[in-house]
């Protein structure tokens, strides 16, 4: 393989696998190098239940993916790998990999996702304390399994409580924006477990409902055929009670007055934060960072999928929060893109 022929892709979630897939479906070669030694991304790496909107189980959505990469003559991957140093420009790109080899390539894409906020810097609602404080990966694994219970002792729930904006939207702890997805997915979460659980109830606290688009049926469909409740709430704290539940503590910010329910589990709606690596990518591939830490794109509308190097592209959640199918359709742009780049430069080389 040559720089002239060949696409370096860094990650392999959902928008990277499908930058690998474009840049092969147009006889280019693509080249996978992903840190983990399994490819998939967030959906396969925690456990993901069913996508929205499909309904169709994360492991088998995403394992098309995977498949349709590994059996591509056009794709080389290297798992447990990362880029620990670049050289040359667009055109001329030599990435040196944690594993020893070297890999030429004419253009970059940048699919290396995003890190869940991690639940112990709001210890006030009981992550890290209490047994039955979850995350909704967590909530998704036990989903997974097609059994509700209650982790301290394996009972049935009769209250599920999910608090959303975990991490999102707080200014108090430096995460200022909405992580775009938590919404649709915790009330997807919510119609799951009635159906697994159907003696369970399930409430959902939040500040505002955003199922943007057409996910707003969603939000419907959870409270006609469901009874999801919903409660908008500031919560104040989690604790637990004489009799071993947990109480959630807030205000009802609809009629201004405090309220103490008690709960089985409480799952927090964990946001979207910066890949926790990206400090470290930054400096290695000699691009911006954002003011919140993620990958900065290149001009807004000409160069979307752009980032401040040339020849560099990124897609997914990388670049802010993202779902599935817009990380899928992002990567679609950026592998067309970076393919583009070498026909640019076989055509100024004749």
């Known amino acids: 393989m040559s720089a002239q022929d060949t696409v370096l892709v860094v990650g392999a979630g959902p928008s990277g696998l499908s930058a690998a897939a474009t840049i092969a479906s147009m006889g280019t070669k693509a080249v996978i190098v992903e840190k983990e030694d399994i490819l998939g991304g967030a959906p396969i790496i925690s456990g993901y239940a069913k996508l929205v909107p499909s309904g169709e189980w994360a492991k ?104 959303l904006c975990v991490g999102s939207r707080d200014r108090q702890i430096g995460r200022e924006w909405c992580s775009k997805i938590c919404c649709t997915v915790s009330i997807n979460l919510a119609m799951e477990i009635k159906e697994i659980s159907p003696s369970t109830d399930v409430f959902i606290y939040y500040m505002d409902i955003r199922t943007f688009g057409l996910y707003e049926e969603f939000y419907w469909k959870s409270q006609e055929e469901f009874k999801t409740k919903y409660i908008k709430a500031r919560i ?44 470290e990518i930054a400096k290695t591939f000699g691009i911006g960072l954002e003011k919140h830490g993620f990958i900065d794109r290149a001009e807004q509308y000409t160069n979307s999928q752009g980032t401040t190097r040339k020849g560099i592209y990124v897609c997914g959640a990388a670049t802010g929060p993202e779902t599935i199918d817009d990380s899928i359709t992002q990567g679609q742009s950026a592998g067309s893109r970076a393919v583009g780049d070498l026909y640019r430069q076989q055509e100024m080389v004749s």
């Open 60 to 163: 088998d959505a995403i394992g098309r993916m995977v498949s349709r990469v590994e059996g591509d003559d056009n794709v080389v991957i290297h798992k447990s790998a990362k880029v620990i140093q670049l050289e040359g420009n667009v055109g001329n790109f030599t990435a040196t990999l944690s594993n020893g080899q070297k890999v030429e390539a004419g253009s970059i894409v940048l699919g290396t996702g995003f890190t869940h906020f991690d639940s112990i810097n709001k210890p006030e609602w009981g992550f890290g304390t209490y047994e039955d404080v979850l995350t909704t990966t967590q909530l998704e694994q036990m989903v997974g399994t097609g059994q509700i219970r209650c982790p301290s002792d394996g009972r049935v729930p009769e209250r599920i409580a999910i608090l």
């Open 236 to 279: 104040a704290e989690v604790t637990r009670s004489p009799d071993g539940r947990l109480l959630v503590k807030g205000e009802d910010t609809l009629v201004k007055r405090p309220i103490v329910i008690p709960m089985d589990i409480v799952v927090h709606a964990i946001g979207m934060d910066p890949n926790a690596l990206n400090s």
